[in-house]
């Protein structure tokens, strides 16, 4: 509509070009043309999440046919119900999802006490520290933290990216430091504000079943500058509380170490000679969404964070509430009743504390006296490597070792409410 009223008042322009008036149309026109162009360009270059697009790029065949892709590839048609029919009902299949991840997010049994000799067999807290993490949080937090994330992330439930928030700070900044330093003053959250929306990224280029999509996130704005300010603070801690069997989130670790090791310790298996060893690759089944509330703040407790700073932690991860986005409309809504969610800064490293927990019980089992080493292990006491929550566990090939290894997940599984696939 823009560019058509921009020519016909061009074409009148032409027709009589003493007319002053009719040049300022023309002129209040032409930018109202070009801005409504930049804003199209600008929203068709999100959906189709091509950031390495020129400029001069825009709206040609190539960049409107990543769009199609994207609309394409994403539109769920069919899937596969419990019962094993197919269904194309667009209702039928957003209630099949939004009663999986009901499912997924609830509570099945009650989880063990954890062992009060595990956690303070390794380093914690220091009380120094404490000043840090529970310091008042300032305006430059809160806009770094902003101004930190990239303008494309998708946006959550309110619909803005922090495009729109930095493009606008100038005017809603003030009201934006108010809410979260309110936030951190109550240690309250509002619903509204973690309310989250469940994007399904499919796993496979066919992925007829609930389960072959993986959920991802989308927390809307405010809340990820909350989690961002306490990741900041909570990453300094790390380094000081983690086992070097942990490659991932940690200052001064590479996933390529672990790598690198792993490859060491396996070199050889396939030799016809070589003594009995045991390498046992373990994945938790939706390990960042069935991590149990309980068994966090134990842990937070245990590792001597100061309670302030749980308490924020833990207002943000259990007031949250979901929906699920499929095919542009969003279904269900629905609480949270476990799990860290996967899509703002402080959840890999809470789950990377929680794993902290096992690398600490696995170490203490290591000590008995049936446990055997893996072979060039024993003089380093290496009995696992972890990247997040991707865990190889090592032992001599010898029934007593491997049966640590297993009791030890098993209690691990019982005190956090994980499951091995």
């Known amino acids: 509509m823009a560019k058509e009223e921009f ?12 007319d002053l008036e009719l040049k300022a149309q023309l002129s209040e026109a032409s930018k109202r043309a070009v801005f409504l162009g930049e804003a199209e360009a600008t929203f068709f270059q999100q959906r189709a999440k091509a950031t390495h697009i020129l400029e001069a790029d825009k709206c040609t065949k190539y960049f409107h046919a990543i769009v199609k892709r994207n609309l394409a590839r994403n539109t769920i048609s069919l899937l596969t119900l419990e019962d ?20 997924l997010f609830e509570t099945h049994s009650e989880c063990h006490a954890l062992d009060p000799s595990v956690l303070p067999s390794g380093p914690l807290i220091e009380p120094s520290a404490h000043a840090s993490l529970i310091a008042p949080v300032t305006t430059l937090d809160i806009k770094n933290s902003l101004f930190d994330f990239g303008n494309d992330k998708a946006p959550g439930s309110d619909g803005y990216s922090s495009a729109f928030f930095k493009a606008n700070w100038d005017v809603i ?14 240690r309250k959250l509002l619903k509204q504000i973690n309310h989250t929306v469940i994007a399904l990224i499919p796993k496979t280029n066919h992925s007829p079943k609930v389960s072959d999509y993986r959920p991802i996130s989308c927390t809307n704005v405010l809340y990820k500058i909350i989690t961002k300010v306490l990741a900041a603070r909570l990453i300094p801690c790390l380094s000081g509380l983690i086992d070097h069997a942990q ?10 170490y672990n790598i690198f090791l792993a490859q060491e310790l396996v070199r050889g298996y396939t030799r016809k ?13 939706k390990a960042y969404d069935t991590i149990s509330w309980d068994f966090l703040e134990s842990v937070l407790k245990g590792l001597g964070f100061p309670l302030r700073f749980i308490d924020w932690i833990m207002e943000c991860v259990t007031s949250t509430s979901f929906s699920v986005s499929l095919n542009g409309s969003l279904y269900g809504f629905f609480e949270g009743k476990r799990g860290t969610g996967q899509g703002d800064p ?11 927990y096992f690398s600490r ?52 599984g019982d005190a956090t409410g994980l499951r091995v696939n």
Not at 247 to 256: C, E, W
Request: aromatic fraction near 10%; proline fraction near 4%.
């Open 84 to 103: 094993g029919t197919l269904t194309t009902s667009l209702d039928q299949v957003g209630n099949e999802f939004a009663n999986f991840f009901v499912e």
């Open 7 to 18: 020519k016909r008042l061009h074409k009148l322009t032409l027709q009589d070009p003493g």
């Open 361 to 412: 019980l696995l170490n203490l089992k290591t000590k008995e006296p049936n446990f055997n080493f893996h072979p060039k292990c024993a003089s380093l006491n290496i009995s696992h490597l972890a990247y997040a929550d991707d865990l190889i566990l090592f032992s001599r090939g010898d029934k007593a070792s491997i049966e640590i290894l297993v009791k030890t997940l098993q209690d691990f």
């Open 173 to 186: 900044g003030n009201d934006i430091v108010l809410a979260i330093k309110e936030f951190f003053r109550s």
């Open 273 to 285: 000679q070589i003594s009995p060893r045991c390498m046992i690759k373990v994945d938790f089944r």
């Open 346 to 356: 402080m959840s890999p490293l809470l789950f990377v504390l929680c794993l902290e």
């Open 247 to 256: 490659g991932a989130f940690v200052d001064g670790r590479l996933m390529i």
